[in-house]
């Protein structure tokens, strides 16, 4: 596994496109957070907090995992390198968490500028040093747990086509029904309490848990769950290209 997860991150940052993808992530965050007026200007809501940035960065996310992710399985299918990677002595596991945690590391990195925001809210702070240590931890392990699961998800799309393009559309899209269609559906009251059933199978509910602070095991365990879920369906996929 190791060695694939070195081989993919090698591939990504040699040829520019993790870079380009973590620069394109903080300056489009930054200038929705400091520049550009909107709901998520942090001057504008005059509060020292980061929540609008935990707000914003999974809408980002949304369209940068399934991008990295989307070549995984299927520019090696597209290529013809993937029959050369079931000859490797490597098992289909280790291919498909060794391409996995490529991605959910590049989606941790795209995270780590944003500990600059954090110093400038800090320091802009009325006293500084004013801002919500707690909830903006929590916010912290909910978007890391929230980009595993867009991996995850990515990771599925990829192996089930063959054709990278496809695989980016299908990603983002499945990426945004479990974010926020299931949300919305919820939303409509259609199913009467079933809809509190139908809320909790999405995303969004368990990620806001997160930006209140509030760390729940009933959260966290849902977003290994579908994590694993996803990479168990993506090795039952590639299985079959074998």
């Not at 707690?134 to 998800?153: E, K, P, R, W």
Request: proline share 2%; glycine share 10%; with cysteine.
């Amino acid at each position: 596994m190791f060695a694939v997860y070195k081989k993919e991150l090698l591939g990504n940052f040699g040829n520019w496109s993790a870079w380009i993808i973590i620069a394109a992530f903080s300056i489009i965050s930054g200038l929705f957070l400091f520049f550009f007026e909107n709901n998520s200007n942090i001057f504008d809501i005059g509060t020292a907090s980061l929540q609008s940035y935990f707000a914003l960065a999974p809408w980002i996310l949304m369209f940068v995992i399934p991008a990295v992710s989307m070549k995984t399985i299927a520019e090696e299918q597209q290529n013809g390198t993937l029959v050369w990677l079931f000859s490797q002595p490597v098992s289909v596991k280790d291919i498909v968490l060794g391409k996995f945690f490529s991605v959910w590391t590049i989606g941790f990195l795209c995270m780590l500028p944003s500990l600059v925001y954090f110093y400038t809210v800090y320091a802009l702070g009325v006293p500084e040093g004013n801002i919500d240590f707690g909830a903006t931890a929590g916010s912290y392990i909910g978007l890391l747990l929230l980009t595993g699961a867009f991996a995850g998800v990515g990771i599925l799309a990829s192996s089930v086509t063959g054709n990278q393009i496809t695989a980016y559309l299908l990603g983002l899209f499945m990426c945004f029904f479990l974010f926020y269609g299931i949300e919305q559906l919820a939303s409509f009251r259609l199913l009467g309490k079933a809809d509190y059933i139908l809320q909790n199978l999405g995303f969004y509910q368990h990620y806001t848990g997160f930006t209140r602070g509030l760390v729940d095991s009933r959260d966290l365990f849902y977003f290994l769950a579908i994590i694993l879920l996803s990479l168990f369906l993506s090795i039952i996929s590639v299985n079959k290209k074998k």
